[in-house]
Each structure stands twice: as structure tokens, then as C-alpha cells.
């Protein structure tokens, strides 16, 4: 059964850091991994979808890595601002047509 | 930008009483999805559906589910007797693909007491 774990839980950030989110998952046969923001009582909002066949995707300030063979995707937010304040939640597709979520990462980002 | 539209954005009913949760997804998408999160838990699949049939279920989406496409835009997801552990934010979802990337709403929370 796919688990889908990320560290760290939380984070606290003065603005202006370069900052690293990781998402890990124990089967690697997955078809994509996507991450997304959700702030706080709101949706889910779609930042970055890579294939199983990419290594990363790049969207603005973000980048997301995803190294298969190693169960792990992580995301790359460069000059943090306060407005990235969220919860940032990755989540894999397998064989099926559903999304896998972990647990989620909070972000804070302080002036 | 196209965009997942959700009604209610909140409700609140006693424990039993029917809820009908609606979406309207992106138009030119074919799948369609519900998910769930209760709160301060991960987010969690219940339904996929395409081509007007249920394609996947979560061992949640028991008989008190339903989920519909009454016409092209629409698709509702109703819980006939609603309980208390039934309280969560309700997602819905669209992709254009099977494996595509997944639109979400905005969400309805749901407060069964």
C-alpha cells in the first residue's frame, strides 16, 4: 500500500530564504507526482505536476524534483515572501486514477 | 482561467438528513473526482467517475454515497443519512486526462451535528 510521507511537518522562514520541501513514497511505480498549496479553510491549488518520466518541472520561484527509483520528489521555493505562507501537499498517481496525498508541510514566512 | 466551482460553500444539518454537495467541474474534462479531508487529517479519495459510471471507490464511499452527472455540467455527490464522522471539507476535482493533472474547488465544508 502507497504511503506518502513529508518532512518537515512545519517550517518557519525569515522572507528572502531559499527553502526545501520533501515528499517521500514507499512504491516507486507511480505515473505522476503533483504538488499543490492549500491555505488555510481553502482548496486545493494545483503549482506543479511532473510525469513519471520528467526529473523536474520549473514554475516561477518553484521547482520540483522527482527521482523515482528513490521513492522521494522534492520542492524548491527560492526568495521566500510571506505571501508562500500555506500548506504545500504532494501526492502521487499509481495504477489507478487516484490522487495518494501526504501529510503536508506548513510554511510560514515572516517578514 | 476555467476553474472548479463548488455550492455550498458550507452546511450545516442534523445527523441523518440528506446532503447534496455540488460541483461543477472544467468543461472540456472527462474525469471527474470527490475527496475528502477531515479536519487536521490528510486529504482522502472517495470517487472517481467517467463516461457517467463510478470508476473507482474507497472502502468510505459506502452505500450512504452517491455521485451523479445529471447533465453536462453537473456532478453531485449526495450522502442519504449523514453522521456525525461524516464532517469534513469535500473537494471536488477534474482532469482531462486519466493520469493528467487534477483541478480542484474551493471546497464545502460540511458540519453534521
Known amino acids: 500500500k502507497q504511503e506518502v510521507t513529508q518532512i518537515p511537518a512545519a517550517l518557519s522562514v525569515p522572507e528572502g530564504e531559499n527553502l526545501v520541501l520533501n515528499c517521500s513514497f514507499t512504491?516507486?511505480?507511480?505515473?505522476?507526482l503533483q504538488w499543490f498549496r492549500q491555505d488555510p479553510g481553502k482548496g486545493l491549488t494545483s503549482l506543479l505536476l511532473i510525469q513519471s518520466s520528467q526529473r523536474e518541472q520549473t514554475s516561477g520561484r518553484l521547482n520540483a524534483s522527482l527521482d523515482k527509483s528513490s521513492g522521494r520528489s522534492t520542492l524548491y521555493i527560492a526568495a521566500s515572501q510571506p505571501g508562500d505562507s500555506a500548506t504545500y501537499l504532494c501526492?502521487?498517481?499509481?495504477?489507478?486514477?487516484?490522487?495518494?496525498f501526504g501529510t503536508g508541510t506548513r510554511l510560514q514566512v515572516f517578514p | 482561467e476555467p476553474e472548479v466551482t463548488q455550492t455550498p460553500s458550507h452546511q450545516v444539518t442534523q445527523m441523518g438528513q440528506e446532503v447534496i454537495l455540488r460541483c461543477v467541474p472544467i468543461s472540456n474534462h472527462l474525469y471527474f473526482y470527490w475527496y475528502r479531508q477531515i479536519l487536521g487529517q490528510k486529504v482522502e479519495f472517495l470517487v472517481s467517475f467517467y463516461n457517467n459510471e463510478i470508476s473507482e471507490k474507497s472502502e468510505i464511499f459506502d452505500d450512504q454515497f452517491s455521485v451523479e452527472r445529471p447533465d453536462g455540467s453537473n456532478f453531485t455527490l449526495k450522502i442519504r443519512s449523514t453522521k456525525l464522522e461524516d464532517s469534513a471539507m469535500y473537494f471536488c476535482?477534474?482532469?482531462?486526462?486519466?493520469?493528467?493533472?487534477?483541478?480542484f474547488g474551493e471546497g464545502s465544508r460540511l458540519t453534521v451535528l
Open positions: 476535482a477534474s482532469a482531462p486526462g486519466v493520469t493528467g493533472e487534477l483541478f
Open positions: 501526492a502521487v498517481i499509481q495504477d489507478t486514477d487516484k490522487l495518494i
Open positions: 512504491d516507486s511505480a507511480i505515473y505522476n
